[in-house]
């Protein structure tokens, strides 16, 4: 049972530049989300989505853009990635939306030039 | 929406002592208070949750306790064990689909 994974574990870009992290669970979690981690701040809620089809945002949704098409995959789009984008992104699942345990994937870092 | 706070930022104990960990939650409709700790290079992972239901809930070392009238919860780990040094993170959440997350506690425990 793999989890929450994620790709990639590294990736540098450079300002302007367009990239997807993935994102794959397997426990058939309804609710899937993505965090951005920075130093004393916690983590931040960017987007989330209670189902296949269906996505909102979170506490940080700006230059960011997600979809689900199908139970299992949520990825998470950098349009044109900018030098406050550099952060280390997690993606998190559970079972079903609201207040639930959220299963963590291992973290995809992000720099930014 | 709701606002975590979480004290102290770093903490470093001696092996053996206990620790004691802060959150204050601001949305009085939060009713889950999970708690997660990151070792590093990996994502977090629940380690003990509470429901407003419950004021206080404890798995062998670790504890945690809600106080709703005051909106704090707080994590004690007893009997301090190096394998206990990580960040740790307090969040609050409601039916809605956000929960958020204080800003986490690096915690070092010194053999």
């Known amino acids: 049972n793999a989890g929450v994974t994620q790709t990639p574990k590294f990736q540098v870009l450079k300002t302007g530049q367009s990239m997807t992290l993935q994102c794959a669970q397997d426990m058939n979690h309804e609710y899937m989300s993505w965090y951005r981690q920075d130093p004393g701040m916690g983590l931040r809620l960017i987007h989330y989505?209670?189902?296949?089809?269906?996505?909102d945002q979170g506490e940080v949704p700006n230059g960011y853009n997600v979809s689900r098409s199908t139970t299992e995959d949520f990825p998470l789009r950098l349009l044109s990635a900018a030098p406050s984008q550099t952060s280390v992104y997690f993606c998190?699942?559970?079972?079903?939306?609201?207040?639930?345990?959220?299963?963590f994937g291992a973290g995809s870092r992000l720099t930014v030039l | 929406g709701e606002n975590v706070e979480q004290h102290p930022s770093t903490l470093s104990v001696q092996e053996g002592d206990s620790a004691v960990i802060k959150c204050t939650y601001s949305?009085?409709?939060?009713?889950?208070f999970p708690w997660y700790k990151q070792e590093l290079g990996k994502g977090p992972q629940l380690i003990i949750d509470?429901?407003?239901?419950?004021g206080e809930k404890k798995d062998q070392r670790i504890a945690v306790t809600l106080n709703k009238t005051a909106k704090h919860f707080s994590l004690h780990i007893t009997e301090t064990q190096p394998e206990d040094s990580a960040v740790y993170f307090c969040a609050a959440s409601s039916r809605s689909n956000d929960m958020r997350f204080g800003a986490g506690t690096r915690l070092t425990v010194k053999p």
């Open positions: 509470i429901r407003s239901n419950v």
């Open positions: 998190a699942s559970s079972y079903r939306s609201g207040a639930n345990v959220l299963t």
């Open positions: 949305d009085s409709a939060s009713n889950y």
């Open positions: 989505s209670v189902g296949a089809g269906i996505t």
